[in-house]
C-alpha cells in the first residue's frame, strides 16, 4: 500500500491571474474571507503538532497564486527549518517570482513549479486572463532568476488545451535539450471552467509522446520522481519530460498525498471530499493536536478507497467545479 506523506497546501484561493481552464474572467468564485484563511501560526501548528507526528514530511505550497500572500518567505523558512521535514516545494505561476526567488532560495525552498503554458506570449496572455497585459516576459524572467539562483529541480507544468497550445509541445519539449529543466505536460481535467473543457477536450498524453518520440526519439529517464508523473527524456537532453495522465490513465493507486485548502479543510482527493475534515474550526474550538492527530489517521485509513473517477457531487457548483485554485492545486 502507498504511504501518503505528501501535503499539499493551499496559502490562498484568490490569484494575480485568470487563466481560463481555472478561474477564468467573470467566474463567480467565492473567495474564502480573510479572517477564515488559516494563519500561518495555525498553519505551523498543524503542520508540526497534527501532520508530521502521523507521519507528514513532504509538503507542497500552492493555491491560488501562493507568492500573493504576504510574509511568504518566513513562512517558508519556518517551515523548512523545522526537523523532520524532508521537502518542501512551491508552485507558481511566476509572475512575482524574480524579485524573491533568492530569498525563498535561502529561506530552504529548493524545488519550485512554474506554470507556462506557451512560449507566445499572446497565447501566454489569452490562457492567463491577462490580454493586453503582457505578462509572459515577467513569469519567464522569474523562470530564469529561479535557474541563476540553483533552484532544483526546476519544473515548468503545461496545461495542454487542444487547438490552442497544444502546436507548441516541441517548442516547449525543446526547453529541456540543454537546460537541466523538468517540462510536464499535464492533461486538462474537467475541474474550474468546465464550459471550457466541453468546447475544447484534453489531448492524452500518448499522442503528445508520439509527436516528440517522431521528431527526436524519446527514452524513460533515470530520474524517476515520487509523483503521478510518468517521465521521460529526448536522448541526451539534460532535462525531463514528465506527462500527468489523470484523464487517461488512472494513477489513484499510487496516490500518495492529501490536501489542504486554505480554510484549513483537509480533504484526501483533488475531485473526492469524502471524509474531508475542517481542521481549523477544530483548531480555533480548542481540540487537542492529539485528538486532530486521530481525525487525519482515520482519512489516512479510508483513503485507498477513495477515487478521483468517483467525483462527487459536492464538488460539483453549476458549469462551475472546486476550482483548482479553491482546492490548491
Ligand atoms: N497559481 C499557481 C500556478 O498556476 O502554478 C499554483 C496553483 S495552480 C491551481 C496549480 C496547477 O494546477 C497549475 O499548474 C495549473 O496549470 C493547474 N491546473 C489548474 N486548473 C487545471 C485544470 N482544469 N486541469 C489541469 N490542470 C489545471
Ligand atoms: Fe491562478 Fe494558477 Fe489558477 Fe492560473 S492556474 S488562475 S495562475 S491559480
Known sequence: MNVVDYLRISLIDRCNFRCQYCMPEGAELDYILQQNLL????????????????????????????????????????????PGVRDLAITTNGFLLAPIAAELYDAGLRRINISLDSLNPDTFDLLAGTKGRSRWQRVWDGIVEAHRVGFDPLKLNVVVIPGVNDSEILDLASLTIDRNWHVRF????????????????????????????????????????????????????LGTLGFISQMSECFCDRCNRMRLSADGWLRPCLLNETGQIDLKTALRNGVAPESLQEKVRSLLAIKPEINFKERDSGTLVGNYSRTMSQIGG
Open 39 to 82: 494563519s500561518y501560526n495555525e498553519l505551523l501548528t498543524l503542520i508540526r503538532e497534527v501532520f508530521m507526528p502521523v507521519g507528514f514530511s513532504r509538503f507542497r505550497l500552492t493555491g491560488g497564486e501562493p507568492l500573493i500572500r504576504p510574509g511568504i518567505v518566513d513562512l517558508v523558512r519556518a517551515i523548512a527549518s523545522t
Open 186 to 237: 499535464i492533461e486538462f481535467m474537467p475541474i474550474g471552467n468546465n464550459e471550457l473543457f466541453g468546447d475544447m477536450g484534453w489531448v492524452p498524453s500518448a499522442e503528445l509522446r508520439q509527436r516528440i518520440r517522431d521528431r527526436w526519439g524519446l527514452e524513460e529517464s533515470r530520474v524517476t520522481g515520487n509523483g503521478p508523473a510518468d517521465v521521460f527524456q529526448i536522448p541526451g537532453a
